[in-house]
């Protein structure tokens, strides 16, 4: 099973902009099959952007041209690029992981405060 560590959380204004990290370990570097979730406290986990295991790319509608997702086979890390951020971006990131006929993975989240 992959390990995921997040990291690059943190409070930004509005406007400004964050990089999130997911360090990945335990099997092959693939950006296929991995994605970004972020969670509201009280609200269900939603998925932010992802590459799905055939390798299509997927950006929610509200994020669409202000987050950006990229892998790094080096380093083994799946990053998120996030852009004109909004209050309403607020949240605890997750980085996961489809695991296929393995069972899926989850970082421990990350959270972005976008406040003023």
């Known amino acids: 099973q992959v390990q995921l560590v997040e990291s690059g959380g943190g409070l930004v204004q509005p406007g400004g902009s964050l990089r999130l990290s997911c360090a990945t370990s335990?099997?092959?570097?693939?950006?296929?099959?991995m994605a970004w979730y972020r969670q509201v406290p009280g609200y269900q986990r939603e998925l932010v952007a992802g590459?799905?295991?055939?390798?299509?790319?997927k950006y929610d509608d509200s994020v669409r041209g202000r987050f950006t997702i990229s892998g790094d086979n080096a380093k083994r890390t799946f990053d998120l690029q996030m852009t004109g951020l909004k209050p309403e971006d607020t949240a605890i990131y997750y980085c996961?992981?489809?695991?296929?006929?393995?069972?899926?993975?989850w970082g421990q989240g990350t959270q972005v405060t976008v406040s003023s």
């Open positions: 335990g099997s092959p570097f693939s950006v296929y099959g």
């Open positions: 590459v799905s295991r055939t390798g299509i790319t």
């Open positions: 996961f992981k489809d695991g296929g006929r393995e069972p899926d993975s």
